[in-house]
């Protein structure tokens, strides 16, 4: 089994920053890809970012030039740096991670969520 959980979410004010952190653990062979998705009350759930295990990255139209995702597989761990927040960020985000278990089950697996508050 894995397990993801999500840190650094809170309240800010329109133009600041957060660091999102998402820590993976248990058997875990290899970290395939992990992405942050957001959901907000009146829309749909909506992926955010993507990063590879080689390092590549793809981030969301809405949040380019403004968010970025990076890794720390050592840690197995991944962030999303957001910068200029803007009210409508405001959103419940999520971790996801494609991951090769031990047993050689590839599996993805969600963290539970941390609450972004963007105030203008």
């Known amino acids: 089994q894995v397990q993801l959980v999500e840190s650094g979410g809170g309240l800010v004010q329109a133009g600041g920053s957060l660091r999102l952190s998402c820590a993976a653990s248990g058997s875990i062979s290899r970290i395939n890809v992990m992405r942050w998705y957001r959901q907000s009350p009146a829309k749909q759930r909506e992926w955010v970012a993507t990063v590879t295990s080689a390092g590549s990255t793809a981030d969301a139209e809405a949040v380019k030039g403004r968010f970025t995702i990076s890794k720390e597989y050592a840690k197995n761990t991944v962030y999303l740096q957001m910068n200029s927040l803007k009210p409508e960020d405001t959103a419940v985000y999520y971790c996801?991670?494609?991951?090769?278990?031990?047993?050689?089950?590839?599996?993805?697996?969600w963290g539970q969520g941390t609450q972004v508050t963007v105030s203008s």
């Open positions: 996801n991670a494609d991951i090769t278990e031990w047993s050689g089950t590839r599996r993805s697996y």
